[in-house]
């Protein structure tokens, strides 16, 4: 049995036992509207109830957000998770087992579910070895000023000092010294990896641990500060996003999240009451974690360093952030310390109110970069002009652009012109955008949605409007019964006519900023016969704007 056709089964059985109410019902609080059920949006400050479930569809949506789809989507977007953890997820609650559905090599997935088991067992070892051990204890409470709510929800342990302790637990429980050794617990003398250390696990989205993060307890200059687990089957550095699983639920109410430098200085933020910090491997952000941000906010707030390294991650992240329409801004006010952790320990409230006081990323970097080269020699001028340029040519949005095209074009006292024609050499191609996104799914908008709604239910006759393509039928039904179904005739053709104009002047709009883009690729390639014929297009459209 194919993947393709053996997991759609999986997920009509998954429906078929689940309702779709009770699953939503275990976030928000539903109540009987008819043969649907009401509740207020988790995502938006509606007043009155605006989200839509119906159970015969078996779908969801929410009028204020202007989301929807069925339980899978749903769980996706409260947990910021990929649809396969979705599945994985609901498959539990459901009873179903997907290996019997899955083309996957069944012994590979055997084989993870007993790297899962190897780690959990782990994780509640250390455990157990930290409260039998009064002078760590005395480390993580007084010297790491920890109390007991943080050490349980964070999960951390201790790995003693002995060589084999873990190896020979492990192994007494049934488990082979291959699947110890995937698990990543093993050095390459076959002992235990970790000894001697606190020990903090790592954990996927849903909770499950996937390895560990360990610091030394006594100084020894011939072993790191920090030791990690490896690269497993399990564990994948680019995609993991430390603390993550205990603060999606703030990220959620919030609609924000702090990436902090460290794994501590995560577990410090959550003590102080700031739950949206997470971390990412060294600071080093990757498209992985901007997709896993984008499912949950488009507001990511960096609490870097302002040293080198610092800048460094800043000016990756933002080439990358405009893709998914993420507002990326710099927490850089701690109140006189040099970090967020020093500020911490000085005054949690302090803190609190650091991570409030933010500014744009790109405005924090062009600040840095003035204080980097010399404006008053003309190598430093230069260099300020072409860093400047690389990083603003990056954002997507065009208001944005120019706004941040006038800043530096005034700094250095130029025109506007003069800096739009500066020439820079990008290590890199840039990626196209033609359509808005936001994480790996095209947005379609609310306007979109509804007419689409009109035409599919009403039914208005409309030569001018094919619907996009992606829309579901059954949520368009959903949106039809709650918006438009007591109207007359008269009245569903006088909204359809009113929303036709705005979605025609949305893709117009849409159709101008890809234009601008392809005229900009092609000035950059100095392709000058192609930027005139862009240029005219350009004009027929401004035209049909107004």
């Given at each position: ?29 539903l109540k009987?509207a ?17 989200f ?69 067992l ?78 903090v ?6 909770g ?24 497993t ?50 600071t ?86 003035e ?24 954002v ?120 601008a ?30």
């Amino acid at each position: 049995m194919g993947y393709n056709r053996g997991m759609e089964d999986a997920k009509e059985e998954i429906r078929a036992r689940l309702a779709v109410e009770d699953v939503i019902g275990q976030y928000i609080e539903l109540k009987r509207a008819g043969r649907n059920f009401k509740g207020h949006s988790p995502w938006g400050t509606d007043k009155t109830p605006s989200f839509m479930v119906s159970p015969e569809k078996g779908i969801w949506h929410d009028f204020s957000s202007n989301k929807g789809g069925d339980i899978f989507t749903f769980v996706m977007e409260m947990e910021g998770i990929t649809f396969r953890e979705a599945l994985e997820k609901l498959a539990q609650q459901a009873g179903v087992e997907l290996k019997r559905y899955s083309g996957d090599d069944k012994k590979m997935a055997e084989h993870k579910a007993r790297l899962y088991e190897a780690l959990e067992l782990a994780t509640k070892y250390f455990q157990f070895c930290l409260t039998k051990n009064k002078a760590v204890m005395n480390y993580v409470f007084y010297k790491r000023n920890l109390n007991k709510n943080t050490v349980e929800k964070f999960r951390i342990g201790y790995a003693p000092k002995s060589g084999r302790a873990l190896v020979d637990f492990l192994t007494k429980r049934g488990f082979t010294k291959k699947e110890i050794e995937d698990a990543g617990l093993v050095n390459r003398f076959g002992g235990d990896l970790f000894k001697g250390r606190m020990t903090v696990p790592l954990m996927d989205v849903s909770g499950r641990v996937i390895g560990f993060t360990a610091r030394i307890i006594e100084k020894d200059e011939n072993s790191p500060k920090y030791l990690n687990t490896p690269e497993t089957l399990l564990y994948n550095k680019g995609r993991h996003i430390f603390g993550l699983s205990q603060a999606k639920d703030a990220i959620r109410r919030s609609e924000f999240v702090v990436v902090v430098e460290g794994n501590m200085d995560v577990i410090s933020s959550h003590q102080a009451g700031v739950c949206e910090a997470v971390a990412t491997a060294g600071t080093a952000m990757t498209e992985m974690h901007l997709k896993s941000f984008a499912r949950m906010t488009n507001d990511i707030r960096l609490a870097y360093d302002g040293d080198e390294a610092g800048v460094r991650a800043a000016e990756r992240a933002i080439s990358m952030a405009s893709k998914f329409g993420i507002y990326l801004s710099v927490i850089d006010d701690y109140h006189g310390c040099k970090d967020a952790d020093e500020l911490i320990q000085k005054d949690p409230a302090l803190w609190q109110k650091a991570t409030q006081s933010y500014r744009p990323a790109l405005e924090w970097l062009l600040e840095k970069y003035e204080g980097q080269y010399n404006l008053r020699t003309e190598k430093g001028f230069a260099e300020y002009a072409a860093a400047a340029k690389t990083l603003i040519d990056d954002v997507e949005d065009a208001v944005l652009r120019e706004k941040y095209e006038r800043i530096v074009s005034d700094r250095l006292g130029i025109s506007l012109e003069a800096f739009r024609a500066k020439k820079v050499v990008k290590a890199e191609k840039k990626m196209k955008k033609n359509v808005a996104v936001k994480g790996d799914k095209a947005e379609i908008s609310r306007a979109e949605k509804n007419l689409a709604a009109l035409v599919k239910n009403g039914p208005v006759a409309l030569d001018d409007f094919e619907p996009a393509a992606g829309l579901d039928d059954d949520e368009l039904a959903l949106i039809f019964d709650e918006l438009y179904a007591k109207l007359d005739k008269a009245g569903r053709e006088r909204e359809a006519k009113n929303l036709l104009k705005k979605v025609m002047r949305e893709r117009l709009e849409a159709e101008r900023a890809a234009l601008a883009e392809a005229i900009r690729v092609a000035e950059e390639a100095e392709d000058d016969e192609k930027v005139d014929e862009l240029l005219r297009e350009m004009q027929k459209l401004d035209k049909k704007l107004g």
